[in-house]
């Protein structure tokens, strides 16, 4: 299937872009937005969104097919792996999680829509409507689709002209979303456009620049300063920086019964997405003491990281990435050689995926790509002592625990600062709801008019 | 290892240098490579607890390795972290450490007086075929020799100042200077505007000059002659010994644009900037072309160490042209191990090797906070 030339990605020379065509585009995209999209009901869109999702769920869509033919050489993961994580996308984006989502974020699910009283306050003496921005610019990073997808989900739902800029190499998946809203509301995707260039190229950013009115980027720390640095005073900035996440398993779930399970579920987390996200883990922490040592949980995991290999193999790398593996396990080879403390578990004949078990609290941020340590800790302490040099900087942490032990462990991970707290098993999959590193996601996008009504009576 | 056996293979280790042809022209002897290879590795394995448990570790010892490629290797991190030497603590007169990087902890390698004269001799060998072909007489005058490290002694963990005195005991004709300093944090400084001074004395004498420095050295040298506006032409004859690595201490060029900004600030040609690649690990180094000749550049390490280029996949020597991480075996440590893994990505070229981008070198690095 070939794709029809709609948005700037599917020009086929990238380097043809101009100045004038960015603006040209965006003037496009806010008469287009005035014309189609700006009085529609958040019920509505909700709906498409829905339908889209939907659409993507079946083998047979042809967006589908294309990213899972296509997705392997643009971006790097199997086919098997790239549906894994489109299927978890995709159904947790159902018209009841994106009504939770307004309703969470802006207490009503027509904010967007009309001005509506607080149901919270006591009387009805103050009613808000919410308002999107005008132009939305989104900055992507990195070849994992779902927060490019997410964000544009969000923008539909704010009622935002949208362009994203996607870095290079990686437009793909945001690409054929958007061909799969033109082909359930084409006046939707009329609002919005998607572009790839290197990331830095002046020209064209800050003709797009002149044009936003809110920026919500993603990056690295410095390249976000850079970014902000160069945005016209009065445009919003919403900058995602780069986090990381880690696993905890309590040692009531080293039974004989439950440990296959849990081991499973973080073999998963690894193997989603390549390891390649900031919700995916870095390590998993341990506790000593429960019916199977941790070194034993290392060694069921690197087992099911095997069997994951065989049915969502994680694809070939780069040499460089594939250098940083091996030379990663050679150093650890070393450190097993003089001690019994540390032990190393390796795909055969490959770089598939490694574990590496330790007695040794502190995180050291692995090079991805289902590389993954173990570290046997006596209790949580040990654990957020170990990650404290990453503290503000941690997502999510993966639990596995239950009963009150399972509170009295999440509680003391939200009061570290942890901003998300999931199952084992469930770290790559945040619901649309999810507080993007502890801010509302959709809530942030907005601003508000407040009416305050006369005293009655 | 029993100080007899250990001054018995650094003499033989010695001799094999000494008879081996400058350049190839038949196949290399392997088997009397081999040989000592194998010799040394069941002498290292007695002597260095660190080599022999990773060797027992993976499973390889004296009685089963018969090929020296079968040999393990150790990883240059590692030396972080462990000490891998024969050499018992009374006899370890100098220590090598690597400039640490990113991640705190040096390596460090150790040398007796008998090691380090077996470390000159390698890397005399070697440099003086590549660095001063014609002799050490070139162009019908004294060469002079200026070393942008700092004076040896001032800087006695550093490998490279180290061979760049030595180099200067063999071949010069007169005092050399050195022209950085060590400041208080380690760091190298270059006195560049006095290196300017000497050079354009030299230029003036009409003697031809050979430069010793690290990539960023020289990057500082150039930028203060950019800064002053000031273009040398160097005496016919000059030459230049670059050694890669950046480390953060300057603005990073890539080699063409590193080449192409000494030939227009000197006025060396192409033909006589000659690469040279080495580590503290290593006691011999790898030139990437002989002074004066234009053939494509490869890295060549000396008959006594041999290069191989490995697959991250699988750990096994990758074909002509195709890349990997780079592992050397030299018969020239006999003071530590002499099968080392380094973190240097390598195309693998006729009998010697490429070096990738020094980008490749950061990501790899940039992704360890090994030992940190």
């Given at each position: ?29 806010k008469?287009?937005r005035r014309?189609?999209l700006a009085d529609r009901a958040t019920a509505d869109l909700i709906d498409?969104l ?45 018209g009841e999680n994106l009504r939770a989502l307004v309703a969470q974020d802006l207490a009503d699910l027509q904010r967007l829509d009309q001005l509506t009283p607080n149901p919270a306050g006591p009387r009805a003496d103050r009613l808000a409507l919410a308002h999107g921005p005008e132009l939305l ?13 997410m964000s544009?989900v969000l923008g539909v739902l704010t009622r935002s002209a949208q ?28 609002c ?21 009115d809110c920026?919500l ?17 009065g445009v919003r900035f919403l ?193 649309p709801a999810w507080r993007h590193?502890g801010r509302p996601a959709l809530g942030d996008l907005v601003r508000w008019t407040d009416w305050e009504l006369a005293a009655r009576g | ?372």
């Amino acid at each position: 299937m070939d794709l029809p030339r709609y948005f700037l990605a599917d020009l086929a020379h990238p380097a043809a872009l101009t100045p004038a065509m960015i603006t040209d585009a965006c003037l496009t995209l806010k008469a287009n937005r005035r014309r189609y999209l700006a009085d529609r009901a958040t019920a509505d869109l909700i709906d498409a969104l829905a339908s889209v999702a939907e659409d993507w769920l079946a083998p047979a869509n042809p967006y589908r097919r294309l990213a899972l033919e296509e997705g392997p050489r643009a971006l790097g993961f199997s086919a098997p792996t790239l549906a894994a994580g489109l299927d978890d996308f995709f159904s947790a984006l159902t018209g009841e999680n994106l009504r939770a989502l307004v309703a969470q974020d802006l207490a009503d699910l027509q904010r967007l829509d009309q001005l509506t009283p607080n149901p919270a306050g006591p009387r009805a003496d103050r009613l808000a409507l919410a308002h999107g921005p005008e132009l939305l610019v989104h900055v992507t990073a990195g070849r994992l689709p779902n927060p490019a997808l997410m964000s544009l989900v969000l923008g539909v739902l704010t009622r935002s002209a949208q362009f994203m800029k996607c870095a290079s190499g990686t437009s793909l998946l945001p690409r054929l979303f958007a061909h799969s809203l033109r082909e359930v509301e084409a006046k939707l995707a009329a609002c919005v456009e998607i572009a790839e260039w290197p990331g830095g190229t002046e020209p064209l950013e800050d003709a797009l620049w002149a044009q936003a009115d809110c920026v919500l980027a993603m990056g690295g720390d410095a390249t976000l300063a850079a970014l902000r640095r160069r945005l016209p005073s009065g445009v919003r900035f919403l900058g995602y920086g780069h986090r990381l996440s880690f696993g905890y398993v309590a040692q009531e779930m080293l039974a004989n019964h439950t440990l296959p399970r849990v081991a499973a579920a973080a073999a998963r987390d690894v193997a989603a997405w390549n390891q390649l996200g900031c919700l995916s883990p870095h390590a998993f922490y341990v506790e000593a003491g429960g019916r199977n040592p941790p070194e034993r949980f290392a060694e069921v995991l690197a087992a099911e990281l095997d069997r994951l290999e065989a049915t969502h193999p994680r694809g070939p790398l780069p040499l460089a990435d594939a250098a940083a593996i091996a030379t990663r396990r050679s150093f650890y080879a070393v450190r097993a050689a003089h001690s019994p403390d540390t032990r190393l578990w390796c795909s055969a004949g490959s770089t598939a995926w490694t574990v590496v078990f330790e007695y040794f609290p502190r995180l050291h941020p692995t090079c991805a790509h289902r590389f993954i340590h173990v570290k046997a800790v006596a209790g949580l302490d040990e654990a957020l002592a170990g990650v404290d040099a990453f503290r503000g900087q941690v997502s999510t942490v993966g639990l596995a625990a239950t009963g009150t032990r399972e509170q009295a462990l999440a509680l003391e991970l939200a009061r570290w600062g942890v901003s998300r707290i999931c199952p084992l098993g469930r770290m790559q999959c945040p619901p649309p709801a999810w507080r993007h590193d502890g801010r509302p996601a959709l809530g942030d996008l907005v601003r508000w008019t407040d009416w305050e009504l006369a005293a009655r009576g | 290892m029993h100080p007899d056996l250990l001054d018995q293979l650094t003499d033989r280790v010695r001799a094999f240098i000494e008879g081996a042809a400058p350049f190839r022209e038949a196949p290399y002897d392997d088997a009397a490579f081999n040989a000592l290879a194998l010799e040394l590795f069941a002498a290292q394995f007695a002597a260095a607890p660190a080599y022999r448990a990773l060797a027992t570790h993976l499973g390889a010892s004296p009685e089963t390795v018969r090929d020296w490629r079968d040999l393990p290797a150790v990883p240059t991190a590692a030396f972080k972290e462990l000490v891998f030497t024969t050499l018992p603590v009374a006899a370890r007169c100098r220590e090598f450490r690597t400039s640490g990087t990113t991640t705190g902890l040096p390596g460090r390698v150790f040398h007796s007086a008998a090691t380090l004269e077996l470390y000159a001799a390698s890397g005399r060998a070697w440099f003086g075929p590549h660095l001063l072909p014609e002799g050490a007489r070139a162009g019908g005058a004294c060469l002079r020799l200026f070393s942008l490290t700092p004076y040896p002694d001032a800087a006695p963990h550093s490998s490279l100042a180290c061979m760049a005195g030595m180099v200067a005991d063999r071949f010069r004709a007169e005092p050399v200077r050195f022209w950085s300093r060590v400041r208080e944090d380690g760091a190298w400084v270059l006195d560049a505007a006095g290196l300017t001074a000497a050079l354009q004395a030299a230029a003036g004498e009409g003697r031809p000059v050979c430069l010793l420095g690290t990539a960023y050295s020289l990057v500082h040298l150039l930028e203060h002659l950019a800064a002053a506006g000031l273009r040398l032409r160097l005496p016919t004859g000059s030459r230049l010994m670059e050694t890669g690595g950046y480390k953060g201490r300057s603005r990073e060029l890539s080699r063409p644009a590193l080449h192409q900004a000494l030939s227009d600030r000197l006025g060396l040609p192409d033909t006589h900037l000659v690469g040279e690649y080495g580590m503290c690990e290593l006691a011999s180094q790898a030139y990437d072309r002989i002074c004066g000749q234009a053939r494509p550049r490869i890295y060549r390490f000396p008959p006594w160490a041999r290069a191989r280029v490995l697959s991250p996949e699988t750990g096994r020597e990758v074909g002509e042209g195709e890349a990997g991480l780079l592992a050397v075996t030299d018969l020239a440590n006999v003071h530590a191990v002499l099968a080392v893994l380094t973190e240097d990505l390598a195309v693998r070229r006729d009998d010697g090797f490429e070096l990738l981008g020094r980008t490749a070198r950061a990501e790899a690095r940039g992704c360890s906070l090994l030992a940190a």
